[in-house]
């Protein structure tokens, strides 16, 4: 039988295949089992090394690879830009092959770089697992939106998929824009003309700057934080306006089909990109996408770091 | 795998679809004398084979006894003693088995007992479930070279063979008939 999967690092979605995509959700399912144990820890990973080095803060991301590599029992050491020698003036490859030299197997990095773990994965024997680089790729969320949608509706092809925000600056945009196509689902980006150029339709897919036209004709709004740290005032004229043209309120919410699924990869500003009263309603899926999330990263943490090197 | 190919030039026939047949039939029987609370038993199939041999035993049970014992899965792959140090990971699958496991027997059943390391991950994986009051092993072929203090329950055939032989099962395809064979590699 033809092994469906062969890399020992997940970078991005761009370069896999819909088969592997789809394997890393069948994976996820099995894993997504184990959370519903008695005993939610497997011994798969008993052995192995895992650091996360997150260079750019984060909490989600970070709690949720170590949450997974937990589960599949393997060693975990946490590392921040701030406390690492990084900030020492080390490189970025002088401080990883260090870690290496601790014979660490698996390497989660998050980088404000597009490219980083690239860059580290062709010079590192350990497996490079992408946490999100620069505005690159975050190919972890995009599995586990991938994940969730096909959980809730079933399939993923045919389905019209609305990405709502601040796409220019995303790489979570990105990375769902890559895995969305693959697996036959048709995009729209929707945000304003700063935030979601016409380049993008070169990635096959629509782009619109008027959420009341998409709105009815989604069956899956993914809506994007507002990222206040990255913005510059010539891209954005307020977060009131921002509001009024392009967030999900209560009013707007009403435009949905009923079977809409609303997404947001976290965390959320309520009342900016989304109201309260839309967050935490029926069709919102915000906090399945997190359970989710752990299941995608056991299951990119097993096939990346479980096969022999 | 160990999918049948009987076709193949050093493969002899051990048992066709009937010796599976009574074979499994006289497991059910086995195991309805042997647990007289048979609403208590769980038949945990390891996939994909082991899933199928489980779904006829229950069936054998229902039609000697009219009583409906439950099935399950159980995915060993993730609680095996050698990830990471084979070229080819195995494929996990999600397990599913009737829960609280307290005060059930479990009996796991797989196609062919070889080494014992699928049987011990089984018991391991059975144990992230719960605390069964009793797992048992049953197996459609036992064919020895035990590697673990492990030994069935319940055997649908003893199977001498030499570790360079392979035992090839096919059970449940739609479109040939079942079979066990032994292939010399």
């Known amino acids: 039988m033809k092994q469906r999967w062969n890399r020992k690092d997940l970078l991005g979605l761009r370069e896999l295949s819909a088969e592997e995509i789809t394997f890393i959700l069948e994976t996820a399912d099995a894993f997504k089992e184990v959370g519903t144990r008695e005993i939610k820890k497997v011994p798969a990973l008993r052995g192995k090394t895992l650091v996360n080095f997150f260079v750019e803060p984060s909490t989600r991301t970070r709690t949720s690879f170590e949450l997974a590599a937990v589960r599949l029992s393997a060693d975990v050491i946490n590392i921040s830009a701030s406390a690492s020698s990084l900030a020492k003036g080390e490189t970025l490859k002088d401080t990883a092959r260090n870690l290496e030299a601790l014979h660490a197997d698996i390497l989660v990095l998050r980088h404000s770089s597009a490219g980083a773990p690239q860059f580290l994965a062709q010079r590192l024997q350990a497996s490079v697992i992408n946490a999100g680089d620069g505005a690159h790729e975050h190919p972890t969320q995009a599995l586990l939106d991938l994940y969730t949608i096909r959980e809730k509706r079933g399939t993923i092809a045919g389905l019209h998929v609305a990405i709502i925000g601040d796409i220019l600056f995303s790489r979570v945009a990105r990375s769902n824009i890559f895995g969305l196509a693959k697996l036959g689902a048709r995009v729209t980006l929707v945000g304003p003309s700063t935030l979601v150029p016409r380049e993008f339709k070169k990635l096959g897919v629509e782009v619109s700057h008027k959420i009341d ?19 510059r005032k010539e891209y954005f004229p307020g977060i009131g306006e921002y509001t009024r043209f392009f967030g999900l309120t209560k009013e707007r919410a009403k435009l949905l089909k009923p079977d809409c699924l609303i997404m947001h990869p976290g965390p959320i500003n309520r009342g900016v990109e989304i109201d309260s009263e839309v967050a935490d309603g029926l069709q919102s899926v915000i906090l399945d996408q997190v359970t989710n999330g752990l299941a995608v990263r056991m299951a990119v943490l097993y096939l990346c770091g479980g096969i022999a090197t | 795998m160990k999918q049948g190919r009987e076709n193949s030039s050093a493969a002899v026939p051990i048992m066709d679809a009937e010796a599976i047949r009574r074979a499994l039939q006289r497991i059910a029987h086995e195991i309805i004398e042997g647990n007289p609370q048979l609403s208590k038993v769980v038949l945990a199939g390891i996939p994909s084979r082991g899933v199928e041999i489980a779904q006829r035993i229950a069936a054998f049970v229902h039609r000697i006894e009219n009583i409906d014992i439950e099935t399950g899965v159980i995915d060993v792959a993730m609680h095996r003693d050698d990830v990471g140090t084979r070229p080819e990971l195995p494929v996990v699958r999600a397990s599913k088995l009737p829960l609280p496991l307290e005060e059930r027997t479990v009996i796991i059943v797989d196609d062919v007992l070889y080494t014992g390391r699928t049987a011990r991950a089984a018991m391991d994986a059975i144990n992230s479930f719960g605390r069964p009051a ?45 079979g066990v064979w032994v292939e010399r590699t």
Not at chain 1, 213 to 231: F, G, M, Y
């Open chain 1, 213 to 231: 036209n998409v709105l009815p004709n989604a069956d899956v709004v993914n809506l994007l934080r507002i990222q206040h740290e990255r913005q």
């Open chain 2, 134 to 178: 009793r797992i048992q092993l049953a197996a459609l072929v036992d064919r020895g070279h035990r590697e673990l203090p492990i030994r069935p329950d319940y055997v649908g055939k003893n199977l001498p063979t030499s570790a360079a032989e392979k035992v090839r099962v096919r059970i449940g395809s739609a479109k040939e008939p079942d």
